[in-house]
């Protein structure tokens, strides 16, 4: 039976199908590519799975220069990357091997909630089992966080206010404090939520301030290394270990201060970290030196630029950055985001894929310096790489 023109039911069929396709005409299709590149890592991450099988010496990290996986202990400051994607991904979709997996990575990782020679517990331990705790609510993570957080704690020096970074290189520096550090302060203002004990929060914004006021040059890039005299806490040195010089813009770090000082505000809403924030993406996305794609070379200031490596992982962790920071701040939202798209877009060229195991991305630096890693797959640039889809997918825009 059709339905006559004149018809209730029909001008209501009509008007309804109007409201979709005005909907999807307001909306193009604005996850799709999201969605595809999601899909295509989800499928490869399950189909690498058996050849990463759970061992406390092989957690995956990075190719060697002859082109065979390099893996690390659960010390390794990247350990917690690979299970921090598998239970991103299994977050994303439902799937008992990703879990499993997840969950072995975990016993081996765990111990590492009580080193206290080291600052990158929020990586090892934030990272996985966060995301383990987001995706499964299992009260042992949040446990797990909880120790890491105190053991993190106890590398705070109150005369200098802030966390001390390395035990290596004594010879070198008394109490050095790396940009990288930021990250590390996520799961100290976790731990204050969770339990109310503020002095987790107190140790953190205290880091955050410091870092914020002797870190950073007038131009709002930053050095990667200071070194504090632990007694007085005065300034001893600023430096570089990672980068191209001591005055130089190393990506990496760059990177961690936009992503770092997003977090920060998010953490503390305090309107001089989201300043500082905007202040830093300033600094980057107008820089004379970033390339039209949007995928830094590893340090701003390298000296062969345009022949110089690119580093991925400072483009992945810049895109999850730039999406957090547009979702806080409307202000510049548009800008923002349309340089984190321009990032992911750009990394879906084969150019920058891999089909490694267990890798997505390709061409990133861990320390061109020190000759490690260079222009290589590196497991925290594919982290970061889920993070900013996953982000991209759930702000909905
Ligand atoms: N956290 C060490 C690095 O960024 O290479």
């Known amino acids: 039976m059709f339905l006559k023109f004149t018809s209730p039911v029909f001008y209501g069929l009509g008007t309804f199908f109007a409201l979709i396709l005005s909907f999807l005409w307001i909306h193009p299709v604005k996850s799709n590519w999201v969605e595809k590149e999601l899909n295509r890592i989800y499928d490869k991450a399950v189909r690498d ?45 439902n799937n008992s091997k990703l879990k499993e997996a997840a969950e072995g990575w975990g016993k081996y990782l765990e111990k590492e909630k009580l080193d206290k020679k080291t600052h990158d517990l929020g990586f090892k331990i934030y990272c996985s089992f966060g995301n383990g705790y987001q995706a499964t609510k299992n009260e042992n993570y949040k446990a797990i966080i909880l120790q890491a957080a105190k053991t993190l704690s106890s590398r705070y020096n109150p005369k200098v206010g802030l966390i001390r970074s390395w035990d290596h290189h004594k010879d070198v520096w008394d109490f050095p404090v790396i940009i990288d550090n930021l990250m590390n302060l996520e799961m100290l203002f976790r731990a204050t939520t969770w339990t109310g004990d503020s002095s987790y929060y107190k140790i953190a914004y205290s880091h955050a301030f410091l870092t914020m006021k002797n870190h950073y040059r007038p131009d709002i890039s930053c050095f990667h290394v200071v070194d504090y005299n632990p007694n007085t806490g005065a300034i001893q040195k600023k430096v570089t270990h990672q980068g191209a010089s001591d005055a130089s813009a190393w990506a990496r770090g760059q990177a961690w201060g936009l ?139």
């Open 49 to 93: 799975l058996p050849n990463h099988a759970p061992d406390s010496l092989n957690f995956p990290r990075t190719l060697n220069v002859n082109g065979s996986l390099m893996n690390t202990h659960s010390g390794s400051w990247t350990s917690g990357f690979y299970p921090g994607i598998l239970w991103q991904l299994h977050d994303y979709k």
């Open 259 to 397: 992503y770092g000082y997003t977090m920060i505000y998010r953490e503390t809403k305090d309107p001089q970290f989201l300043n500082f924030a905007h202040k830093i993406a300033d600094y980057i996305f107008s820089h004379p030196n970033m390339p039209a794609d949007l995928i830094p070379y590893w340090d701003f200031n390298a000296p062969n630029i345009p022949n110089e490596e690119r580093d991925v992982s400072a483009a992945t962790i810049l895109a999850s950055g730039l999406l957090e920071l547009a979702e806080l701040d409307k202000s510049k939202a548009k800008k923002y985001r349309s340089y984190a798209d321009k990032i992911l877009e750009n990394l879906q060229n084969e150019k920058y894929r891999t089909n490694q195991s267990p890798f997505f991305l390709q061409h990133s630096v861990g320390g061109k310096p020190n000759k490690v890693e260079i222009d290589v797959p590196i497991i925290y640039a594919d982290y970061y790489y889920v993070e900013a889809l996953k982000r991209k997918l759930s702000y909905k825009r």
